[in-house]
């Protein structure tokens, strides 16, 4: 088992920048993926960036080139760092981690979200 602790949400003008950040409860020696999702009122959730066990990333189309995803093995902490703000980025950011059948482990551990509000 594994919590996951996101922090770092608020309210930013258009054009700002916020980093995100998840905490792991523990090391994460295996999974198969981790990265954030994001959901606004009344849309599905839609993925914003991932990063797979091996260091590949995969952003959403929307985010790509204003948004990064790193990891600090050190904290166990998972990073989302955001340039260039748009209204249309506010939304509850959930981080997941998914330790995948490498790990012996189906499933997916998510944090409780946080939120991002941009003004235009």
């Known amino acids: 088992q594994v919590q996951l602790v996101e922090s770092g949400g608020d309210l930013v003008q258009a054009g700002g920048s916020l980093r995100l950040s998840c905490a792991a409860s523990r090391e994460i020696t295996c999974f198969s993926s981790m990265g954030w999702y994001r959901q606004a009122p009344g849309r599905e959730r839609e993925l914003v960036a991932m990063v797979s066990s091996i260091g590949l990333t995969n952003y959403g189309d929307s985010v790509k080139g204003r948004f990064t995803i790193s990891r600090d093995n050190a904290r166990n902490t998972l990073y989302l760092q955001m340039n260039s703000l748009k209204p249309e980025d506010m939304a509850v950011y959930y981080c997941?981690?998914?330790?995948?059948?490498?790990?012996?482990?189906?499933?997916?551990?998510w944090g409780q979200g946080t939120q991002v509000t941009v003004s235009s």
């Open positions: 997941y981690l998914r330790p995948g059948i490498p790990c012996k482990e189906i499933g997916t551990y």
